[in-house]
């Protein structure tokens, strides 16, 4: 059985032989920890893949992201980098007048300028489920664009030329998606970023008004191109994880720690595939690897019948050692809990 063999049967809820292997690398891991990389790779190969795709700089764009310092990306969007390795934030949101709302355009040009050839040629290449990453992600992008307080207010007030930006940000991810539904990847990644451990950043009932139908449009075209749909959140997002079931998200990767797993796990194991993950604040960085292992654990005793639904996903940042990356797959590998049989 292949890689991709392995997760298409995990995503349709079919036993398999194991739980697939997903590692995210964070930027700065390449150069800094290219040993380890290699190790892991050898021990615990992945079985998803992401195309060795990037979009061309916009016109926008100044710098280099990742790097101390600040950069702008080909939206516009000015962030502040303290530590290498990350992404950094935005401080200064570039929308803020009503003028500059309404005469924000997309930067159209990345789709414009984009060829998806080489995309095709590596999906022929591997064995392996190619998932693709997009832009999309229309909360956080509009946030990042007028500020997260000021998003929140206006949206809450039902203000026009907000939800005006909104459709405008919707119309390019649709193109985007489009695009991409028409590539030979297995799966496509949407996200958004709903809020903290305590709960969503917007009530419930608002979150189904303006974001649950340009998600359920996103669902659509995937589907429409055969693929299959995968959703990235941070926070606690159980308030509104069966609306994303409902719509047609296939995985769903998002703090479980946050979360009561448990719960979740009774209502939607079987519906969705749990996309991971083990907590990569805490645990993964900070912890032992016996503390790594009884959170792995904790997973498969709620979601882990060997039939398929769950994918051993986790993040590999800058000051996460080696060892609880290794706990964690090896983990994973382990016979199934008894009374989990």
Same mark, same amino acid.
């Given at each position: 059985?292949?890689?991709?063999?392995?997760?298409?049967?995990?995503?349709?809820?079919?036993?398999?032989?194991?739980?697939?292997?997903?590692?995210?690398?964070?930027?700065?891991?390449?150069?800094?920890?290219?040993?380890?990389?290699?190790?892991?790779?050898?021990?615990?190969?992945?079985?998803?893949?992401?195309?060795?795709?990037?979009?061309?700089?916009?016109?926008?764009?100044?710098?280099?992201?990742?790097?101390?310092?600040?950069?702008?990306?080909?939206?516009?969007?000015?962030?502040?980098?303290?530590?290498?390795?990350?992404?950094?934030?935005?401080?200064?949101?570039?929308?803020?007048?009503?003028?500059?709302?309404?005469?924000?355009?997309?930067?159209?040009?990345?789709?414009?300028?984009?060829?998806?050839?080489?995309?095709?040629?590596?999906?022929?290449?591997?064995?392996?489920?190619?998932?693709?990453?997009?832009?999309?992600?229309?909360?956080?992008?509009?946030?990042?664009?007028?500020?997260?307080?000021? +998003? !929140?207010?206006?949206?809450?007030?039902?203000?026009? #030329?907000?939800?005006? $930006?909104?459709? *405008?940000?919707?119309?390019? @991810?649709?193109?985007?998606?489009?695009?991409?539904?028409?590539?030979?990847?297995?799966?496509?990644?949407?996200?958004?970023?709903?809020?903290?451990?305590?709960?969503?950043?917007?009530?419930?009932?608002?979150?189904?008004?303006?974001?649950?139908?340009?998600?359920?449009?996103?669902?659509?075209?995937?589907?429409?191109?055969?693929?299959?749909?995968?959703?990235?959140?941070?926070?606690?997002?159980?308030?509104?994880?069966?609306?994303?079931?409902?719509?047609?998200?296939?995985?769903?990767?998002?703090?479980?720690?946050?979360?009561?797993?448990?719960?979740?796990?009774?209502?939607?194991?079987?519906?969705?595939?749990?996309?991971?993950?083990?907590?990569?604040?805490? +645990? !993964?960085?900070?912890?032992?690897?016996?503390?790594? #292992?009884?959170?792995? $654990?904790?997973? *498969?005793?709620?979601?882990? @019948?060997?039939?398929?639904?769950?994918?051993?996903?986790?993040?590999?940042?800058?000051?996460?050692?080696?060892?609880?990356?290794?706990?964690?797959?090896?983990?994973?590998?382990?016979?199934?809990?008894?009374?989990?049989?």
């Amino acid at each position: 059985m292949t890689s991709r063999d392995l997760v298409i049967k995990t995503l349709n809820h079919e036993a398999a032989e194991r739980v697939p292997r997903d590692l995210w690398i964070l930027p700065g891991m390449e150069t800094a920890r290219a040993d380890d990389l290699a190790e892991i790779e050898v021990r615990y190969p992945k079985d998803v893949l992401q195309p060795s795709f990037k979009y061309p700089p916009g016109t926008r764009a100044k710098g280099k992201p990742c790097r101390v310092g600040q950069y702008t990306d080909s939206w516009g969007c000015t962030w502040h980098v303290s530590r290498r390795g990350t992404t950094g934030e935005v401080t200064d949101p570039p929308l803020v007048r009503a003028t500059e709302i309404d005469q924000y355009q997309p930067p159209l040009e990345l789709l414009d300028e984009t060829k998806l050839g080489k995309v095709n040629r590596e999906c022929a290449a591997t064995s392996r489920f190619m998932l693709a990453w997009t832009e999309a992600r229309p909360f956080d992008r509009l946030r990042w664009l007028h500020g997260t307080e000021a +998003t !929140l207010k206006d949206l809450a007030q039902d203000a026009q #030329r907000i939800r005006n $930006l909104l459709a *405008r940000l919707h119309e390019f @991810f649709c193109r985007e998606l489009q695009m991409w539904a028409g590539t030979d990847v297995d799966g496509i990644v949407f996200r958004d970023d709903w809020g903290s451990e305590e709960g969503l950043w917007m009530p419930p009932e608002l979150w189904r008004d303006l974001f649950k139908p340009l998600y359920k449009e996103y669902c659509d075209i995937i589907h429409g191109g055969d693929k299959f749909v995968f959703f990235h959140s941070a926070g606690d997002i159980s308030d509104i994880f069966s609306d994303l079931v409902k719509i047609g998200v296939d995985a769903v990767n998002s703090q479980l720690c946050a979360m009561n797993v448990e719960r979740l796990a009774k209502r939607f194991r079987g519906r969705v595939t749990f996309w991971g993950e083990i907590d990569h604040q805490h +645990t !993964l960085p900070s912890g032992t690897p016996e503390e790594v #292992r009884k959170a792995v $654990l904790r997973l *498969r005793k709620a979601l882990d @019948f060997g039939s398929g639904g769950v994918i051993a996903q986790c993040r590999w940042g800058m000051d996460t050692p080696i060892r609880n990356i290794a706990a964690a797959f090896d983990q994973w590998m382990l016979p199934l809990p008894m009374h989990v049989v």
